[in-house]
């Protein structure tokens, strides 16, 4: 008899092991592939944060002494005339094409401001930087095969000679890309920012929060605390259950053909956004409130009730304040789902080519989400390092959000 019972034992026990085993096994290989998504993403996104830049000396683009006209200056072969004499070359016209390869299309403007804010004269040593091509930047990165046919990369042996020249003389320097978090959208590379994208889904998350949230908790609050048993309250529990589950482009769907369809809202705008992630976001926060509602105990309620306390105030008083930790965190978990949604952003408009920021919840205006979509589609090679810098921003603004979670949530609690 003892044999079996320690033969059970043992075979009890190797059992435990090896489920405990495939446990920490499980745990092993959802870290490891998190750290393959992130590890990627760093190692192509990192670049984006920095950009290329080439020191022209002022001296070379403008005459020596006043300044002239800022409207009478052709600003564009100024910049090709100091790059020129940088490298001391007197290029052709085909040679001048190539050269104004080398530098963005903004560069002219950075000159233009130079001379607008400069107090009048030009100073014997002073430069200005202007931004890089982004096949420059890439090069300087490395992201391309310098060693490569011509065919096959996108700057020609005299181009590379020339950056080669630059980086000798020092004029060639990487900086951290302001751009990147001051610019809108942009057809070039090095110039294209996510300022309006990330203003936009900021814009619609705060409007998403103005309305999912109060609705979401009084309906909870409703359905727990006030509502009675009948069909017709289960039917409605039944269909918030199931629009939890709801694809989001069927959200996007009804909002094209309600807010702007029949409505008459405008397409592509913040409040339009906001109001549809506020049908995506209405259904979860209402289920965490009624669970956080539905944890608080029995007990809290009836000695409120015998000390003659209204519903009302049993309520407001000792049934939100204890559960409104966990209704926080259902409803920051909801934002945050709101915050990475595509799909119902594209359907009513919202993938428009947007370089303004938004000054209001009107205005044309796109998402993060969506931003990381047009640069992953696009076929420029530049846009990618681009796209896996706006995830990393996404993934920091939504862990972020995560840590304000928390945060209140202690707060509340004590």
């Not at 890439?138 to 020339?162: C, H, N, V, Y």
């Not at 069927?250 to 397409?267: Q, Y």
Request: proline share 6%.
């Amino acid at each position: 008899m003892n044999r079996v019972v320690e033969s059970r034992l043992r075979r009890r026990h190797r059992r435990e092991r090896t489920f405990r085993g495939l446990c920490v096994a499980s745990v092993l290989v959802a870290a490891l592939f998190l750290l393959v998504i992130l590890g990627s993403l760093f190692r192509q996104g990192a670049s984006a944060f920095t950009q290329t830049r080439i020191s022209l000396p002022v001296p070379a683009m403008l005459p020596a002494g006043d300044l002239p006209d800022s409207g009478a200056m052709d600003y564009d072969a100024a910049v090709l005339d100091a790059l020129a004499a940088l490298l001391a070359i007197d290029p052709d016209r085909a040679e001048r094409r190539e050269l104004r390869q080398l530098v963005s299309i903004d560069a002219a403007f950075v000159l233009r401001d130079y001379v607008e804010s400069s107090p009048g004269r030009v100073v014997s040593d002073a430069s200005v930087r202007v931004p890089a091509s982004a096949k420059v930047d890439m090069a300087i990165k490395g992201e391309f095969d310098r060693t490569a046919a011509s065919d096959r990369r996108p700057l020609s042996d005299l181009q590379i000679d020339w950056i080669d020249r630059l980086v000798e003389l020092g004029a060639i320097e990487r900086t951290f890309n302001t751009a990147l978090f001051t610019n809108g959208d942009s057809r070039e590379p090095e110039l294209a920012g996510i300022r309006a994208a990330l203003m936009g889904s900021v814009l619609m998350l705060l409007i998403t929060l103005a309305v999912a949230f109060p609705i979401g908790v009084a309906a909870a609050v409703y359905l727990e605390e006030f509502a009675p048993r009948r069909a017709w309250i289960r039917l409605l529990e039944l269909s918030i259950n199931n629009l939890a589950a709801v694809p989001s482009i069927v959200f996007g769907l009804l909002g094209l053909v309600v807010l702007i369809d029949w409505l008459g809202m405008p397409r592509s705008a913040p409040l339009v956004g906001g109001l549809v992630l506020a049908l995506l976001t209405l259904p979860v926060i209402v289920i965490s409130s009624r669970s956080a509602i539905r944890a608080v105990p029995t007990s809290i309620r009836e000695a409120s009730l015998g000390l003659g306390a209204s519903r009302m105030q049993v309520v407001s008083h000792h049934v939100l304040p204890q559960a409104m930790p966990a209704i926080v965190t259902g409803t920051i978990i909801g934002l945050s789902r709101a915050f990475g949604e595509t799909a119902p952003l594209l359907m009513i408009g919202m993938v428009a080519f947007i370089v303004d920021v938004p000054s209001g919840v009107t205005d044309p205006a796109t998402a993060l989400p969506v931003q990381i979509y047009l640069w992953a589609d696009s076929p420029e090679r530049a846009f990618a390092e681009r796209t896996s810098a706006a995830i990393l921003v996404l993934l920091g603004f939504l862990l972020s959000m995560n840590l304000l979670a928390a945060a209140i949530r202690r707060k509340v609690e004590k």
